[in-house]
């Protein structure tokens, strides 16, 4: 009988905020499978929609007033709609704030792919995904947040007042992560933030799901072939 190959499934993170001792993190997908998001009408679907069919790189945010948040945003939405479509990967991002919030978040950071909300943090808590920040000695900041702590906050909070809705859009305790996902219940990588500037470099992203191409955050965006 020919072996069986199980889907490879564990936490990616910088190597020089590994701590010894650390162990990978074990998530199942099927804990999830049937938990809604909401799209920007307040539309729910099940969460497994997103990886049923193909594979997707799942982004999920802290808060949409997060600073950090709408820098890392802001290069996600650099990635071009057909460097997606011909690796046959979707790239979606997920909030923790109430449906209305996510249209006003396009706007400011210009993203067009998916972007859904899971305003009672269900899949955030079942998956395990951090509260609180911790930060190490070692920890290299996000290459996407390109904004300073102090102007960064005080962006935020301008946001939030003159938001429609005076609220947070979301729990500031809370951390996000990545996972890439699919067809089906495979989980082949997470990464579940550490603090709010641990992202996963975009470009790790779209090189372990299979998007053979990497782009420049630098400047304007420039694809290059590898």
Not at 16 to 37: A, K
Not at 39 to 63: A, C, E, M
Not at 67 to 89: N, T
Not at 166 to 172: A, V
Request: hydrophobic fraction near 35%; charge should be neutral.
């Amino acid at each position: 009988m020919a072996e069986v190959k199980l889907p490879i499934t564990r936490q990616i993170e910088r190597e020089n905020t590994r701590e010894s001792g650390s162990s990978p993190i074990n998530v199942h997908l099927r804990d999830v499978d049937d938990c809604f998001i909401y799209d920007r009408h307040g539309t729910p679907i099940p969460f497994k929609s997103l990886y049923q069919d193909r594979k997707s790189i799942i982004i999920f945010v802290r808060n949409f007033l997060c600073y950090s948040c709408k820098d890392y945003v802001d290069d996600l939405s650099k990635v071009p709609k057909e460097v997606l479509e011909d690796a046959k990967v979707g790239l979606v991002v997920i909030g923790q704030s109430a449906h209305h919030h996510i249209q006003p978040f396009c706007s400011l950071t210009g993203y067009a792919h998916e972007i859904y909300v899971d305003p009672k943090r269900v899949i955030y808590h079942k998956l395990g995904m951090k509260r609180e920040e911790k930060f190490t000695v070692s920890a290299q900041p996000s290459p996407h947040v390109k904004s300073g702590i102090f102007m960064g906050q005080m962006k935020s909070i301008w946001r939030a007042m003159t938001s429609p809705v005076f609220d947070f859009q979301g729990d500031l305790h809370q951390q996000g992560g990545a996972i890439i996902a699919g067809p089906g219940s495979q989980l082949h990588f997470c990464h579940f933030d550490m603090n709010h500037l641990d992202h996963m470099p975009i470009n790790w992203l779209l090189q372990l799901a299979g998007v053979h191409h990497t782009l420049n955050f630098s400047k304007e965006p420039k694809v290059i072939h590898v």
